[in-house]
Nanobody, 125 residues
Framework: QVQLVESGGGLVQTGGSLTLSCAAS????????MGWFRQAPGKEREFVGA????????YYADSVKGRFTISRDNAKNTEYLQMNSLKPEDTAVYYC??????????????????WGQGTQVTVSS
């Protein structure tokens, strides 16, 4: 059974930084495409970024490009989301997601079969 556990959320001031982690278990992590999504109150869950299992290629939403960085450590079965220059509009619950289906657009929620429980990120102005 696949489990994804996020950590690292919290409260930070505008302009600050946070690093989220997503620890995976239950299946070969190195073969998984990994994504990050977020959901703010009253809004739909939206794509933040993803990292492929082939070549660790990264993809980002325009709203976070240049500020957020995704990485993975296959030896630790862990994905990371480094968030810099945080803005109040980045406030949301952040979810990691895993997919072993390499044929679908990274930005689509239905690509991902497994999701973490989410971790709250709050950016104060």
């Amino acid at each position: 059974q696949v489990q994804l556990v996020e950590s690292g959320g919290g409260l930070v001031q505008t302009g600050g930084s946070l690093t989220l982690s997503c620890a995976a278990s239950g299946r070969t992590f190195s073969n998984a495409d990994m994504g990050w999504f977020r959901q703010a109150p009253g809004k739909e869950r939206e794509f933040v970024g993803a990292i492929s299992w082939i070549g660790s290629r990264t993809y980002y939403a325009d709203s976070v490009k240049g500020r957020f960085t995704i990485s993975r450590d296959n030896a630790k079965n862990t994905e990371y989301l480094q968030m810099n220059s945080l803005k109040p509009e980045d406030t949301a619950v952040y979810y990691c997601a895993a997919s072993w289906d390499s044929g679908t657009d990274y930005r689509l929620r239905y690509k991902y079969d497994y999701w973490g429980q989410g971790t709250q990120v709050t950016v104060s102005s």
